[in-house]
């Protein structure tokens, strides 16, 4: 028997448990507040949609930490494979870039999301733009719409509205309130994947804000990793701190500081840099002196002399390791609303093995919404494809039993 369900957020993962529950037969309508669908999807797409990562399963899957045995059977079910292998049904073909992460092969999020489209709308889904949920009704929930207040009363729903990260395409996690209203526990969302403020100076900022760090190499407790970042007017940002973020936003929340160690000469170990350095003309200028024995000039000179004033005066063992090693003090992460995505939401334990709310049957969850968090790298995607197919399973599951 065709059941009505609804899908309130129509980024990936409601999109794709719309997919599952109509291509089973039912009648799915999927309400999203914005005036168009996937808009974070569309705008982390125009650098180049990252779907996915080609790394082997098992290291794939141990990068969401501490989720991982929660999220795993969804991504058993539906791995980095299958995502390129759905991606292809759209006619969106993928490569393996030389970082290991997968892109499509146009490098651009908006023809997979049109055929996506297409598709759903082809097996039945009804797709409603500028629906924005208003919390719950009397077995139901509540939509503002152009047409003024809906109350939707289907048989089932998906919860899947995103974090809080780009509250301006849609996540704004008003959602929050509305649940622990209803005794959710719902973990305080944070910034993930996300840059940091430091405390430059002013001539320092205005000087190299903007200006990329490159091959360097930085060390955090989350492990060390090669590559750049950008000294921003703020502090720092980039693929390379946002490979950080966590542990240092943790570590900042337990011990109330923190900082990122880089080493600005990846390529030379600190017993060759101590022989070079010692080397040079103590006559010569600093920055004579860091040209010539560690290749140190520009942003990266800056940054060393910014951080330790009185690097000039170091013998040359000294400076090499501090070369190897400086540390960046980050004084906390940058706004939750400027970041690539959001740790924290609704706890685990709130939900059974369908995705379903136990205190709230019929209803469930999937996506950014859920506790966990991953790095850039196609991690964040696969997992709220992951979560939202395993969301429809577990709604196909609930509604056979009922």
């Known amino acids: ?54 790394e082997d399963f098992s290291s794939f899957a141990a990068r969401f930490g501490t989720a991982c045995a929660h999220l795993r059977p969804a991504l058993d079910a539906f791995t980095p494979d299958d995502v390129r292998a759905w991606a292809a049904g759209l006619g969106t073909e993928t490569f393996v870039g030389t970082s290991g992460r997968v892109f499509p092969n146009v490098m651009k999020a908006s023809p997979l999301l049109r055929a996506w489209l297409r598709r759903l709308e082809a097996q039945g889904v009804v797709l409603k733009t500028r629906h924005r949920w208003l919390g719950f009704a009397e077995n139901g929930y509540r939509f ?8 939707a009363r289907p048989d089932a729903a998906l919860l899947a509205l995103g974090g809080a990260s780009w509250p301006r395409l849609g996540s704004d996690a008003a959602w929050v309130p509305w649940l622990r209203d209803k005794g959710i526990l719902v973990a305080d969302l944070r910034p993930a994947n996300c840059g940091f403020d430091v405390a430059w100076s002013e001539a ?39 490979a950080h973020s966590a542990a240092l936003r943790d570590r900042l929340l337990e011990k109330g500081h923190a900082a990122l160690a880089v080493d600005l000469a990846p390529g030379r170990t600190t017993e060759r840099l101590a022989r070079d350095l010692g080397r040079q003309d103590a006559k010569a200028s600093f920055s ?115």
């Open 1 to 54: 028997m065709t059941k009505q369900i609804a899908i309130i957020g129509g980024g990936p993962a409601g999109l794709m448990a719309a997919e599952v529950l109509s291509a089973a037969g039912h009648a799915v309508t999927v309400y999203e507040a914005m005036p168009t669908f996937g808009r974070k999807f569309l705008l982390a797409g125009k650098s180049g949609l990252n779907i996915t990562h080609s």
């Open 288 to 402: 004579n002196r860091l040209r010539k024995g560690a290749g140190l000039e520009g942003v990266k000179a800056a940054l060393l002399r910014e951080l330790v004033p009185d690097a000039n005066r170091m013998p040359p063992g000294e400076l090499a390791q501090l070369i190897k090693a400086l540390q960046i003090p980050v004084l906390r992460p940058r706004p939750i609303a400027e970041a690539i995505s959001s740790a924290g939401g609704i706890a685990w334990s709130e939900l059974d093995e369908h995705s379903m709310l136990k205190p709230l049957p019929g209803l469930f969850a999937a996506g950014e919404m859920l506790d966990w968090e991953a790095p850039t790298g196609g991690y964040l995607l696969t997992a709220c494809l992951a979560t939202g197919r395993a969301a429809a399973r577990g709604i196909e599951a609930w509604l056979r039993h009922r």
């Open 144 to 151: 503002e719409t152009p047409e003024g207040p809906v109350i």
């Open 204 to 242: 320092f900022r205005e000087r190299f804000a903007g200006e990329p760090l490159k091959s360097v190499s930085t060390t955090s407790e989350a492990g060390t990793f090669q590559g750049e970042f950008v000294i921003s007017k703020h502090g720092i940002e980039g693929s390379l701190v946002y």
